[in-house]
């Protein structure tokens, strides 16, 4: 199917404000709101405040001052495509990308690209550039190819077919002298990002028990004794002496140890926690791309390349 014969065209744009331009003369050409739709990447925080008013607030502002706010209402997807990440879509075909993002995540933009008869490796081109922070405008010409493919084209524009030319083009107005045969890609890898989440390791409980111990106190105490000393006397006495039944009562007396228990404050304990911080090495394993440039044949090759081979 030739592009001039598709029912769906994609207009890729650098600039996200060109894009929303180009809605705008769109929507002045004739063409409904039912038969636009724009995607681009987004945020976390976009993607994650999908039903809040913050998330209307995003959407709103994916197609500001495009003229074009009721595509809105039409229609908004936010959602998580592995690889790419945040994706925010609005327009009547939001729900194919909900559906991609949600439902069958592994499909990405690509699956929904297939489904609207676009051929899956240029969807797979479209889904790299709205990884790399690209802006898609997603047209339904119904019968009007050209003439919206030029519109699109009129705000810069570009497709799969007339990506190379468009970024010799920026190149070389960039000061940048290349031929035109000249094709660029992206080389990407992947990096380790640690996310740190509390878990409780254990739990310490302190409390009081009352134990029983004896205890021996050293306390000197006092008691009199009674001492009898008998002295030889010389002398007479008188009958009147001789008493029968005389007798010395004397008291006798002693300390006796009585035990009393006082409660006294030993000391005091302060329980709380404290934070320490230390390092812990996290690891995994990431893929990466590299350049290898191959040679065929009486060819020079200049440039920073990592490693050249060369085939006879």
């Known amino acids: 199917m030739t592009k001039s014969k598709r029912e769906t065209l994609v207009g890729v744009f650098q600039d996200r404000s060109r894009a929303e331009e180009a809605l705008r003369a769109l929507r002045q050409a004739g063409f409904s709101e039912s038969q636009i739709s724009l995607v681009r990447k987004g945020s976390k925080e976009e993607v994650h405040s999908e039903g809040s008013k913050t998330a209307e607030g995003a959407a709103t502002g994916l197609v500001a001052g495009a003229g074009v706010g009721a595509l809105v209402s039409l229609g908004m997807s936010f959602g998580i495509i592995p690889v790419i990440g945040p994706i925010l879509a609005v327009g009547p075909l939001a729900a194919a990308f909900l559906s991609a993002a949600g439902g069958a995540a592994v499909a990405g933009i690509v699956g929904a690209l ?3 008869g676009i051929p899956e490796d240029e969807a797979k081109f479209y889904e790299n550039e709205v990884g790399s922070g690209r802006t898609l405008v997603i047209v339904k010409a119904d019968g009007r190819y050209q003439e919206a493919w030029s519109i699109l084209q009129r705000y810069g524009a570009y497709n799969q077919e007339t990506a190379v030319t468009t970024t010799a083009a920026t190149a070389s107005a960039a000061g940048t002298s290349r031929t035109a045969g000249e094709q660029t890609f992206k080389v990407h890898e992947e990096q380790l990002k640690a996310h740190k989440t509390p878990v409780e390791t254990g739990e310490v409980r302190v409390h009081k028990e009352v134990v029983t111990e004896q ?4 306390v000197p105490v006092q008691r009199e004794e009674v001492v009898i000393e008998r002295r030889a006397t010389s002398g007479k006495g008188s009958i009147s002496d001789i008493r029968p039944g005389e007798e010395v009562r004397i008291p006798v007396k002693e300390e ?8 006294v404050t030993k000391e005091e304990v ?4 404290r934070k320490i911080q230390e390092n812990e090495n996290v690891s995994g394993t990431v893929r990466k791309e590299q350049v290898k440039v191959e040679q065929k044949g009486d060819v020079n090759v200049r440039g920073d390349v990592s490693e050249t081979k060369k085939n006879k």
């Open 270 to 273: 302060h329980v709380g926690k």
């Open 114 to 116: 297939v489904g609207m």
């Open 215 to 218: 205890q021996t106190l050293n």
């Open 256 to 263: 006796q140890v009585r035990v009393d228990k006082d409660v």
